[in-house]
C-alpha cells in the first residue's frame, strides 16, 4: 500500500559510494553475495519509490468548478463499457485513499484515474489507480474490483470521477459521492448484509422468520441487495422499510451483465456469477464501515443459531474474550432439508402463506467425513479489506472457525445428501428455544402485510 506523504529525492550518491567502496575491494565469494544482495535492494528501493511517485496525485487543472453530473445509480457502467462502479469509500487505515468498490472485466481493464476536484481553490487532481481484482472470480471474466487511488495531501474531496485517461473534460464524467468521509459512532450493533435477492423471490414465510430471528438475536438493520422479487414479497419489505428494519439497494446487475446463478463459470456466456454477490457483500461491508459493530454476511435462508447464549452481542463478547485481535469468525452450515418435517407448529393461518416454515424442520444432514462444511461470517468491518462469500481474502488481524458446540449455521433449503433415510438425520431442536417470540412475531407482520 503507498504511503501517505511522499518523501522528497533523497541523494543516491552515499549508497552508491559506499556500493563502490565495499565491491571494489578483493574479491571474495561473501564480498560478491554482499554486493549483489545491496545492488537488489538498491534497484527494489529505487523501483518501489518510482511506482509510489507514479501513483501521487497530479494538478491538471485549475480554477475549475466541479460540473459533472452526480450519480445516483447503484451500478454505473463507464464509457468502455468493461468498468461498473459501485460506489467509493474513504479509507485511511494504511493510507489517506479512495477506495473504489466496482466491477471490471479481469483482462480487458488496464488502466484507470481517479479524478479529484478540490473546493474551494478549483484544482482538479487525477491519480493513477491501482485496480485490484478479487482472486475469487470462479471463471467469470468480470468480477469485484476495488479501484484505490491515493488523495491529494491538502484536500479532503467529496467527490471523484473514474476514467481510462488521465486527460479530458471532468465536466463529462459523472461524479460519485465518497462515502465514509467523516467518523461516526456506531449506531448498531449488528447488521445483516443479505446478497442478492433475485430470480422473482417468493419465500415469504421463511423470509419473515428469518427476519424476525435476526431481530431477537440482536439485528438492528438487514441490507439487501435486491434484482426482483414477487408482489407479495415487495409488500413484506415495504413493512421493514417503514418498521426502520430493512435498506433496500438496488441492484439491477443484469441490466448491465448476463449474469449466472451459478457460483462457477460453465462456458455459457454469461460475465458474472450468481447476480455479483461478492461485489454486493464488499460494498456492504465499506456502506456499513463506521454505522455497524459488527457485520453478518449470509443468505435470507440462513441463521447464525447461537448454542451457548441466548443472542448474537452475548455471544460475539464472549468470543472476542477468546480470541483477542480477531475480526472474522466463522461459522459451519449446516443444512435442516425441507424435505424433511415434523407435525408440531403446523400453524393454520400460515398454511396460505407461500415459503417453508422453519419450525417444522429440525432435522439436519449429518457431516461427510471427506466433505468440508462451507462457512458463512460474522465481521469486524473495520478490520476487513476484501471479502469473499465463505471467507475473507484481506484483513487486519485475525480469523477463528467457531465450534459448532458454540454457534451453527441452521440452513433450511433443498437437501444435499438426497438419499439419507429420515433415521440418518441428525434431530436438532435448538431453533424451539425461540419459538414462542418468533410465532408472535411473526403473526404481528403477516397481520399488518397479509393476512
Known amino acids: 500500500m503507498w504511503q501517505h506523504k511522499v518523501q522528497g529525492q533523497r541523494n543516491l550518491h552515499p549508497p552508491l559510494d559506499k556500493f563502490r567502496m565495499l565491491c571494489g575491494r578483493k574479491k571474495s ?16 528501493v529505487s523501483y518501489l519509490r518510482l511506482q509510489r511517485l507514479s501513483h501521487q496525485p497530479k494538478v491538471i487543472q485549475e480554477g475549475s468548478k466541479c460540473r459533472g453530473e452526480i450519480a445516483n445509480s447503484t451500478i454505473t457502467p463507464l464509457k468502455d463499457n468493461k468498468t461498473f462502479i459501485i460506489s467509493p469509500y474513504f479509507d485511511d487505515r494504511e493510507s489517506k485513499v479512495t477506495r473504489v468498490i466496482g466491477i ?14 478540490c473546493q474551494p481553490n478549483g484544482k482538479i487532481y487525477v491519480s493513477n489507480a491501482k485496480i485490484d481484482v478479487h482472486s475469487d472470480r470462479f471463471g467469470f471474466p468480470y468480477g469485484a474490483a476495488d479501484i484505490v487511488c491515493l488523495e491529494p495531501e491538502n484536500c479532503d474531496p467529496t467527490h471523484v470521477s473514474i476514467h481510462p485517461f488521465a486527460h479530458g473534460n471532468i465536466d463529462q464524467l ?17 447488521t445483516v448484509c443479505i446478497s442478492a435477492m433475485f430470480g422473482n423471490y417468493n419465500n415469504v414465510l421463511q423470509f419473515i422468520q428469518s427476519l424476525e430471528m435476526y431481530k431477537i438475536l440482536g439485528a438492528q438493520k438487514v441490507v439487501i441487495y435486491k434484482n426482483n422479487c414477487s408482489h407479495l414479497m415487495e409488500k413484506v419489505l415495504k413493512f ?14 443484469n441490466s448491465h451483465l448476463k449474469v449466472s446463478s451459478r457460483w462457477h463459470f460453465f462456458l455459457d456466456g454469461t460475465d458474472i456469477g450468481y447476480y455479483g454477490q461478492i461485489t454486493a457483500l464488499n460494498d456492504c461491508i465499506y456502506r456499513n464501515m463506521q454505522r455497524s459493530k459488527f457485520v453478518v454476511l449470509n443468505d435470507a435462508d440462513e441463521i447464525i443459531l447461537p448454542l451457548k447464549h441466548p443472542n448474537w452481542k452475548t455471544m460475539m463478547s464472549s468470543l472476542q474474550e477468546q480470541n483477542p485481535g480477531t475480526g472474522i469468525f466463522l461459522f459451519e452450515n449446516h443444512i435442516f432439508p425441507e424435505t424433511v418435517s415434523t407435525h408440531m407448529f403446523n400453524i393454520s393461518s400460515w398454511n396460505t402463506v407461500p415459503g417453508v416454515n422453519i419450525l417444522q424442520h429440525v432435522h439436519r444432514e449429518p457431516d461427510r467425513k471427506d466433505v468440508i462444511n462451507p462457512r458463512k461470517m460474522i465481521v469486524d468491518p473495520q ?12 484483513a487486519y488481524g485475525d480469523s477463528v472457525n467457531v465450534p459448532m458446540d458454540v454457534a451453527l449455521i441452521y440452513h433450511c433449503r433443498k437437501p444435499l445428501q438426497r438419499d439419507l433415510p429420515r433415521e440418518s438425520l441428525v434431530r436438532d431442536t435448538a431453533l424451539w428455544r425461540y419459538n414462542s417470540s418468533l410465532i408472535m412475531n411473526v403473526n404481528k407482520v403477516l397481520s399488518q402485510t397479509i393476512l
Open 240 to 253: 421493514y422499510i417503514e418498521e426502520g428494519t430493512v435498506e433496500i439497494i438496488p441492484w439491477p446487475i
Open 174 to 190: 459523472p461524479r460519485f459521492e465518497i462515502k465514509n468521509r467523516k467518523p461516526e459512532p456506531f449506531s448498531v450493533d449488528f
Open 29 to 44: 565469494y561473501f564480498v560478491a553475495a554482499v554486493c549483489i544482495i545491496t545492488l537488489t535492494s538498491m534497484v527494489t
Open 104 to 117: 471490471v472485466h479481469h483482462e480487458d481493464v488496464k488502466q484507470l484515474y481517479c479524478w479529484f476536484c
Open 383 to 394: 478490520k476487513v479489506i476484501q471479502t469473499s462469500v465463505h471467507s475473507v481474502l484481506h
